[in-house]
């Protein structure tokens, strides 16, 4: 069963911007905290940003300022707005929604490369 179906990956140079979507039923959307997560070859997954229902949010430190998450609940999407790439963003991105349980969507993959 698909709970979390993500969108938005792909290539993109240096500088440049995506943004990834994460849809989820209206049940999760609503009740649970949703995020990205991101893998790097060779590197354990680490946290990207979360959104709660209530729109808090939190980010890794090291990307205050390029990435942005936001909850759109006419959807039941979240995006993640990524500007300023680095080739060291590359990496598959997952989304993740965990409240009373804890899903993870397919992951897509964002390279950052000339």
């Known amino acids: 069963q698909v709970v979390l179906v993500e969108s938005g990956g792909g290539l993109v140079q240096p500088g440049g911007s995506l943004r990834l979507s994460c849809t989820a039923s209206k049940t999760i959307f609503s009740t649970y905290i949703m995020g990205w997560y991101r893998q790097a070859p060779g590197k354990q997954r680490e946290l990207v940003a979360t959104?709660?229902?209530?729109?808090?949010?939190r980010y890794a430190d090291s990307l205050k300022g390029r990435f942005t998450i936001a909850r759109d609940s006419a959807t039941n999407t979240v995006h993640l707005q990524m500007t300023s790439l680095k080739p060291e963003d590359t990496a598959v991105y997952y989304c993740?929604?965990?409240?009373?349980?804890?899903?993870w969507g397919q992951g897509t993959q964002v390279t950052v490369s000339l």
């Open positions: 959104v709660t229902p209530y729109n808090l949010t």
């Open positions: 993740n929604a965990v409240y009373t349980s804890q899903y």
